[in-house]
């Protein structure tokens, strides 16, 4: 087992303390660097920076980093929450790290959905029905995957299939469906 244990700590954004919303810290008892690369292969991470090492993931609409000693997670509604999300990453680090001899580690990002290549095939309306002041808004939050396709109600079937096998070239946009 590479990580044991660790320390949550919770709070507001400062820039937006009226935000409902709260982010958290884990500060971890042990070094889970080496461990990184491993974990990028496996969830796919977006953004991986290899020294000093850490990947980004964007889970169930959250920016989750994990770095050496400290993972941070973003948007979520409570302490359960942070537990929640932080539990499954510990069992995620410490699973890669015991199947790292079967893992190739990725040293870089995943490749991401381009935004143009969504928004040209929505309906470009901007009617607002999927919540998003914006077409635009709604393609970025598609990438993100805080919006699903379902959420655009104008969306014609032949459009919705031509961006959902877009977006099967990058693997799954939230990397953990059954997680958190």
Request: glycine share 8%.
């Amino acid at each position: 087992m590479l990580l044991d244990g660790y320390r949550l700590e919770i709070f507001n954004n400062e820039c937006m303390p009226g935000a409902m919303s709260v982010q958290c810290f884990a500060h971890l008892d042990q070094d889970v660097g080496p461990a990184i690369p491993y974990l990028n292969a496996e969830l796919g991470g977006f953004a991986y920076i290899p020294d000093p090492p850490s990947v980004t993931f964007r889970v169930h609409g959250k920016l989750i980093t994990v770095h050496g000693r400290k993972i941070a997670v973003n948007a979520l509604k409570d302490e359960t929450e942070a537990r929640k999300i932080v539990e499954w990453l510990r069992r995620e680090i410490n699973d890669v790290w015991q199947r790292r001899e079967t893992i190739t580690p990725r040293y870089r990002g995943a490749s991401r959905p381009q935004l143009m290549e969504i928004l040209k095939r929505l309906p470009r309306t901007n009617c607002r029905q999927c919540g998003e002041p914006t077409c635009m808004v709604f393609a970025s939050r598609v990438i993100e995957g805080a919006k699903g396709l379902d959420a655009c109600p104008p969306l014609k079937a032949v459009e919705r299939r031509e961006i959902e096998a877009y977006l099967e070239g990058f693997g799954p946009l939230d990397p953990a469906d059954s997680a958190p």
